[in-house]
C-alpha cells in the first residue's frame, strides 16, 4: 500500500486553472505508475490521466486531452495534474491513484491505493 495525500483543489471561475498535487509516502514512488481520477455527485469514479513510472508515457480521457497535463517527480515522489480552461462539469472530487504496473491504471479494479481525494468546483 502507497499512502497518497493530494492537495491544490479549490474553488475557481470558469476558464480558470488549477494545479492538483499528489505526494506519495514511499521511496519506491518509481516502480508505481499514477493516475487521477475524479468523481463528480451521482457520478461513478471515472480515469482522467495517467502516467507510466518513468513519465515516458502519458494518457488522459478523451473528453480532458488538451486541457489536462499529467506529469511527476520521482525524486519528489509527487505526481501533478496541471488543469486549464476549466468548466463547470470539471467540478468533482479529483483522486489521485496508484498501481504497481509499468503503464497507469484506466479503470478503478487496476487501482492499488487511492488518496483521500480533493474538491474542485468550477464555479460558471
Known amino acids: 500500500q502507497v499512502q497518497l495525500v493530494e492537495s491544490g483543489g479549490g474553488l475557481v471561475q470558469a476558464g480558470g486553472s488549477l494545479r492538483l498535487s499528489c505526494a506519495a509516502s514511499?521511496?519506491?514512488?518509481?516502480?508505481?505508475?499514477m493516475a487521477w481520477f475524479r468523481q463528480a455527485p451521482g457520478e461513478e469514479r471515472e480515469f482522467v490521466a495517467g502516467?507510466?513510472?518513468?513519465?515516458?508515457?502519458?494518457v488522459y480521457a478523451d473528453s480532458e486531452k488538451g486541457r489536462l497535463t499529467i506529469s511527476r517527480d520521482n525524486a519528489n515522489y509527487t505526481v501533478y495534474l496541471q488543469m486549464n480552461s476549466l468548466k463547470p462539469e470539471d467540478t468533482a472530487v479529483y483522486y489521485c491513484?496508484?498501481?504497481?504496473?509499468?503503464?497507469?491504471?484506466?479503470?478503478?479494479?487496476?487501482?492499488?491505493?487511492w488518496g483521500q481525494g480533493t474538491q474542485v468546483t468550477v464555479s460558471s
Open positions: 491513484a496508484a498501481s504497481p504496473t509499468y503503464y497507469p491504471p484506466r479503470g478503478i479494479v487496476d487501482v492499488g491505493s
Open positions: 514511499v521511496r519506491t514512488f518509481s516502480t508505481y505508475s
Open positions: 502516467i507510466s513510472r518513468s513519465g515516458g508515457t502519458t
